[in-house]
T-cell receptor, first 115, second 114 residues
Framework: DAGVIQSPRHEVTEMGQEVTLRCKPI?????LFWYRQTMMRGLELLIYFNNNVPIDDSGMPEDRFSAKMPNASFSTLKIQPSEPRDSAVYFCASSPGVDPNQPQHFGDGTRLSIL | GESVGLHLPTLSVQEGDNSIINCAYSNSASDYFIWYKQESGKGPQFIIDIRSNMDKRQGQRVTVLLNKTVKHLSLQIAATQPGDSAVYFCAPSAPNNAGNMLTFGGGTRLMVKP
């Protein structure tokens, strides 16, 4: 079974550059989540979608961050302009059904380093 | 300089022994709980879940116990193996304005000694 697929696995770029992270959820899953994981704050929910519609973006740190889900099989998280403090591992997860009380399935993340 | 960050509790066990990882949660409205395992360089992986109408659930080599009275759950791993070495997260489902959402604690690092 294909799980959640994220790309790229690693990204190193200079501050000020635009960064785009990509996610393909598990087919048939109605919910998609973006998380950020750092040593300082652990795993933080940034935003989640239900049926391609953003439901809660209260975790997005600031206007430099934006997320889209143009269709059921693809989502992007964009940072523009990027800053060194954005360095983290970014995870995408998806879950089935219309009830969020179901397990979320995670991708293997994108390790982002902003120099 | 001083290193500042999350201090992960660490449990060190001998291969073959049983492991017990504990988790306390604060929201009494939590009604669904998941345990995840995260190996180095990978995303959290679903292990087992339990709903609040149960106090015990068993999987393959794993058992989750839920005590709603004291808001505590535990993950028991039988006959711990080196492949069990990872960070383990409990994730209670807590209600917010947008619906029930999982919240992740800081995790516990399990180290298995051969």
């Amino acid at each position: 079974d294909a799980g959640v697929i994220q790309s790229p696995r690693h990204e190193v770029t200079e501050m000020g550059q635009e960064v785009t992270l990509r996610c393909k959820p598990i087919s048939g899953h109605d919910y998609l989540f973006w998380y950020r994981q750092t040593m300082m704050r652990g795993l933080e929910l940034l935003i989640y979608f239900n049926n391609n519609v953003p439901i809660d973006d209260s975790g997005m740190p600031e206007d430099r961050f934006s997320a889209k889900m143009p269709n059921a099989s693809f989502s992007t998280l964009k940072i523009q302009p990027s800053e060194p403090r954005d360095s983290a591992v970014y995870f995408c997860a998806s879950s089935p059904g219309v009830d969020p009380n179901q397990p979320q399935h995670f991708g293997d993340g994108t390790r982002l380093s902003i120099l | 300089g001083e290193s500042v960050g999350l201090h992960l509790p660490t449990l060190s066990v001998q291969e073959g022994d049983n492991s017990i990882i504990n988790c306390a949660y604060s929201n009494s409205a939590s009604d669904y709980f998941i345990w995840y395992k995260q190996e180095s360089g990978k995303g959290p992986q679903f292990i087992i879940d339990i709903r609040s109408n149960m106090d015990k659930r068993q999987g393959q080599r794993v058992t989750v116990l839920l005590n709603k009275t004291v808001k505590h759950l535990s993950l028991q791993i039988a006959a711990t193996q080196p492949g069990d070495s990872a960070v383990y997260f409990c994730a209670p489902s807590a209600p917010n304005n947008a619906g029930n959402m999982l919240t992740f604690g800081g995790g516990t690092r399990l180290m298995v000694k051969p």
